[in-house]
């Protein structure tokens, strides 16, 4: 019983670690409302769509940015898909990168552009870790036999 | 002569006597005999004689004396007896008509001698009918000339033809010498000659107005003589003639004021002019009264005919007055109107120049916040973070003031929690005063309710603004917020005396005041403060400055919410209290029509969940697609997933009841989507209702979605709930009224 508390008390803290650092905002509870019985592993799937979009828009960037000369346009399309994308599961602080971002494309310019894909790959790859780790937590939770707790 | 029947000698002694008788009778019977045939002739001859009977008894009279006389020669030598029967009969006869005719006489001859008076009676009457009808003509001569003078003078509005109209009529008619019109002058107390018959042009003759000569013709309205000597009837300097009668007359100067709309012209006027006629010296004509009359007349009508010139020229005057005025008018309307446009375009420029760099710094803080900091540097990071925002927020008002002025702005009523206005509020301004060691308080009076309707954005920029302000100006001590419905007898405020704000059921008067310490104003520079850009003297040795748009921009949105607002203020280091009062209407009892939905409804309104309810949702970005598609699943629905326009309009049925759209589709394609829809459905009834998604939902996007036929845009990020009452409202009334 201790454990289950413990792992419990542990994921809580993550999760609110993970809000509180920006990471996720309100849309990700909403998602997390989302899940039932019917519908068990809703979050994850959601989640998992997220990663590998972001994957392919975040290459798509670079290759986009490694080309001369830049379409910016292109490159705008890209941010705003990641951007809703983002904005969807609550990815706060990817989402907000791609506000940046979406603004150094209007103005065309290449530097900005840069420095806000490799701000883009951070995040992505922050958020990513963060998430993965809070699924372990969940499954174990569940192996666990206790139940996920709702914020 | 005797007759005797005795023998008598032949001729006697006395025979020359005799002869002569004999010769006498005969002619007196010669006589007798002719006098009725002359008498008979003439009467033949007239028709009109009435006494005929009487003429025929008296020819028979004369013609009996006549034969008596006649057989009277025979008696003067023997004669028989016959002759002496005969001389009997005749005389008798004559003697019987003679009496006749005496006796006739007398009734006849008083009638023929009162023939005689009444012939001489109505040749009296013939006499003066003949004067008569001699005044009668000469009347209407006079009239016809009047008539024709009036004509011309008044077939003019020139003066001065009226003027010399009357002048040369006036002499043809009365045949005069010299006419002469004497005007006064502009300080009236001369009389200028203004026109005259003979001298076209006359100069320089004034006479002073006071002479009693002009005094008794201007007291009457009568036409008077005066003396040829009197000053002016002397119109020829050098005097070659004889001048006639003389005659003046007034002619009153009316003015328009004298017309009054329903009465005669009043002619109790001061200003006359004089007329003076001169007549010929040799005039045999008499100046009868009918021809001073005639005088009087003209110079009435003249009077009048020169008003309406003088009207006439008035309006003249007038009308090219306006003229000029609209010419004028219309410059500086097109200057402003220019000025304008060129403010707008600045302020439009200036707009997005400044907005680029403050979305860099604020795009930049915020990552910035995210970074590892010490306490001390996240604090600074999130003061810079606000005051950008704060930044950008100035930078919108200026568009907003812009927009204000032109009257274009309106409010986005909608209704919000009160309660929590205020407290986010405090929440903002407490990093600051805890920076600058001040204290902030907030009383909210427990009648206050806790939702309102009005424009939340723009009254928590109000807010904003005040305390801002008051925090800016206040070194030490604090600020307190406190905030009451305002009651009858305390919305009338001394300062604010022209303000009249009635309560109602539907609303009710919020009164906030903000109180600091700090350094106070003049009172004297308290209008300034709501002017933009003004900056005052004391003002402006302060920190950062306190003019700019903020208290300007306040009142107008505080008038905008039909209230009120004002600083007072005890004097410098004295600190200020600034004071507001807006009209702010109460929910649920409000008349307003179009109602928008509030955040949180109270669930027996709306529906939970919507089993079997078919929904479309088109959305190209995968995992958006997913997340509203699993909120739609838990509300219930049954969605099917499209991820372009060509395979919505392709999957699309009546059987859908609401179809989705994500607006983040690049391109017009979802507009497009809308108004195939349109075209595919005819019938109302089997259309989906078409709802558009947008993260991004300002009035240019509600507006074109609206335009081309959408029933409604709800702003991402959707929660279940805001999802719940979505569908909810289609289906009760088929339409979103307000984007969510």
Same mark, same amino acid.
């Given at each position: ?151 | ?28 019977? /010669? ?144 045949? /005069? ?406 009209? /702010? ?156």
């Amino acid at each position: 019983m201790d454990v289950i508390i413990q792992l419990q008390r542990q994921l809580s803290d993550y999760t609110n670690s993970l809000y509180r650092e920006g990471f996720l905002d309100d849309q990700f509870k909403q998602l997390q409302q989302l899940q039932d019985e019917s519908n068990p592993d809703f979050v994850v799937e959601v989640v998992y769509l997220f990663f590998e979009d972001s994957e392919r828009l975040i290459s798509e960037l670079a290759k986009t940015l490694s080309q001369q000369p830049m379409d910016f346009k292109k490159m705008d399309a890209h941010v705003h898909q990641l951007k809703g994308s983002s904005s969807s599961i609550g990815a706060q602080r990817v989402q907000k990168v791609c506000i940046a971002f979406r603004n150094y494309c209007e103005e065309q310019n290449i530097d900005g552009c840069l420095k806000c894909l490799q701000l883009l790959r951070n995040e992505y790859t922050l958020v990513k870790n963060r998430l993965e780790t809070m699924f372990k937590m969940e499954k174990q939770v569940l192996g666990a036999g206790g139940s996920i707790p709702l914020n | 002569m005797e007759s005797c029947n005795c023998i008598e000698p032949q001729w006697p002694a006395d025979e020359l006597l005799m002869r002569y008788q004999y010769i006498s009778d005969f002619f007196i019977a /010669l006589a007798y005999f002719s006098i009725p045939l002359e008498l008979i002739y003439f009467v033949k001859k007239s028709a009109v004689f009435p006494y005929r009977w009487v003429l025929v008894q008296f020819g028979a009279f004369i013609v009996l004396c006549g034969a008596t006389h006649l057989i009277n020669l025979w008696t003067f030598t023997m004669h028989s007896r016959t002759v002496a029967v005969v001389m009997t009969t005749a005389k008798v006869l004559t003697a019987v008509v003679s009496c006749a005719t005496a006796l006739m006489l007398v009734h006849i001859i008083p009638d023929s001698l009162s023939v005689k008076t009444r012939e001489l009676f109505l040749k009296n009457k013939a006499a003066e009918l003949d004067r008569e009808m001699g005044l009668i003509r000469t009347q209407e001569e006079t009239g016809r000339h009047v008539r024709m003078l009036t004509h011309e003078i008044r077939s003019t509005l020139d003066r001065h033809t009226i003027l010399k109209t009357t002048l040369a009529e006036l002499s043809r008619t009365l045949a /005069l010498e010299e006419c002469a019109l004497w005007m006064p002058t502009r300080s009236g107390v001369e009389l200028q000659l203004s026109y005259t018959l003979r001298l076209p042009n006359p100069v320089g003759f004034t006479v002073p107005i006071l002479l009693p000569v002009i005094n008794q013709v201007f007291s009457t309205n009568r036409a008077v003589k005066i003396s040829p000597n009197s000053p002016v009837a002397r119109l020829r300097p050098t005097g070659k003639y004889m001048p006639g009668e003389v005659v003046a007359v007034r002619v009153p100067l009316l003015h328009l004021s004298n017309f009054q709309i329903n009465d005669w012209p009043e002619l109790s006027t001061k200003r006359y002019a004089l007329m003076v006629l001169m007549l010929p010296s040799d005039s045999a004509r008499q100046r009868h009264v009918h021809e001073l009359e005639l005088v009087e007349v003209v110079a009435d009508q003249v009077a009048v005919a020169l008003s309406h010139a003088a009207i006439l020229e008035e309006s003249m005057r007038a009308r090219d007055l306006l003229m000029d005025q609209n010419v004028a008018l219309d410059l500086a309307r097109r200057e402003a109107e220019t000025a304008i446009r060129a403010r707008n375009d600045f302020l439009a420029v200036m707009n997005h120049e400044m907005r680029t760099p403050t979305h860099a710094i604020i795009a930049l803080s915020s990552l910035l916040q995210e970074t590892e900091l010490t306490p001390e540097q996240r604090l600074m990071v999130e003061t810079i973070l606000k005051s950008s925002n704060l930044l950008a927020t100035l930078i919108n008002d200026v568009l907003d003031l812009s927009r204000l002025e032109d009257g274009s702005l309106q409010l986005d009523i909608a209704t919000f929690n009160l309660h929590s206005l205020f407290r986010e509020v405090l929440n903002l301004i407490k990093p600051i005063t805890s920076v600058k060691r001040l204290f902030a308080t907030l009383s909210l009076a427990p009648d206050i309710p806790e939702y309102a309707i009005s424009d939340e954005k723009r009254l928590m920029q109000i807010m904003l603004n005040v305390v801002g302000n008051a925090v800016k100006f206040t070194k030490e001590g604090g600020i307190s917020i406190t905030a009451f419905v305002a009651k009858s007898d305390s919305l009338r405020d001394p300062r604010a005396p022209e303000f009249f704000p009635v309560p109602s059921d539907s609303h009710f008067y919020l009164r906030v005041q903000v109180k600091d310490s700090g350094s106070g104003i003049n009172p004297q520079d308290i209008p300034q403060l709501f002017t933009k850009f003004a900056q005052s003297q004391t003002l402006a040795t302060r920190n950062s400055g306190g003019g700019g748009l903020g208290l300007a921009i306040c009142k107008r949105f505080v008038n905008l919410m039909e209230g009120q607002i004002w600083l007072e203020s005890d004097g410098l280091g004295k600190g200020c209290t600034a004071i507001f009062m807006i009209k /702010l209407g109460i929910p649920g009892r409000s008349s307003e029509a179009k109602l928008p939905l509030v955040s949180r409804v109270p669930a027996d309104h709306v529906q939970t969940t919507f089993p079997g309810l078919k929904v479309l949702l088109m959305d190209d970005n995968g995992v958006s697609r997913m997340v509203t598609k699993g909120l739609l699943l838990q509300l219930g629905c049954e969605v099917t997933t499209v991820s372009a326009g060509d395979e919505c309009l392709r999957v699309i049925s009546n059987e859908h009841r609401v179809a989705f759209m994500d607006v983040s589709i690049p391109g017009k394609d979802i507009y497009e989507v809308a108004v195939r829809i349109h075209e595919k459905f005819s019938k109302r009834l089997d259309r989906p209702l078409i709802i558009a998604l947008t993260a991004n939902a300002d009035r240019v996007m509600k507006e074109n979605c609206l335009r081309v036929g959408m029933d409604g845009v709800v702003q991402k990020p959707i929660s279940v709930d805001k999802m719940r009452s979505v569908l909810s409202e289609l289906l009760d009334h088929g339409v979103l009224l307000e984007a969510q």
